[in-house]
């Protein structure tokens, strides 16, 4: 079982920058690809961007691209989400996600959730 904790949400100016962290427990971190969704107000949760458990490979949202990084520490038990030149469509709820099969992380149907980390990016 995995536990997972976010961190580093927070108000920013649009085209700032913010670095999201999500701790996990457990000593097969390594084992679990992660991801990254957020859920704006009244919008359905979307995805953001996933990692292999390896760190090798990355996937990222069309709406993310190129403006965010995500990576892991398994060392640390962590994975973080890098955002540059945030947006205020970028304002949500932000949440990791684990899971030991790599599409159901991609499609939002991880067994393991944080409990989220709001980002709110003013104009």
């Known amino acids: 079982q995995v536990q997972l904790v976010e961190s580093g949400g927070g108000l920013v100016q649009a085209g700032g920058s913010l670095r999201l962290s999500c701790a996990g427990s457990?000593?097969?971190?390594?084992?679990?690809?992660m991801g990254w969704f957020r859920q704006a107000p009244e919008k359905e949760r979307e995805f953001v961007a996933l990692?292999?458990?390896?760190?090798?490979?990355?996937y990222y949202a069309d709406s993310v691209k190129g403006r965010s990084t995500i990576s892991r520490d398994n060392a640390k038990n962590t994975v973080y989400l890098q955002m540059n030149s945030l947006k205020p469509e970028d304002t949500a709820v932000y949440y990791c996600?684990?899971?030991?099969?790599?599409?159901?992380?991609?499609?939002?149907?991880?067994?393991?959730w944080g409990q989220g980390t709001q980002v709110t990016v003013s104009s």
């Open positions: 996600a684990a899971d030991h099969v790599l599409t159901r992380v991609r499609f939002g149907r991880s067994d393991y």
């Open positions: 990692i292999t458990g390896s760190g090798r490979s990355t």
């Open positions: 457990g000593r097969t971190f390594s084992d679990y690809a």
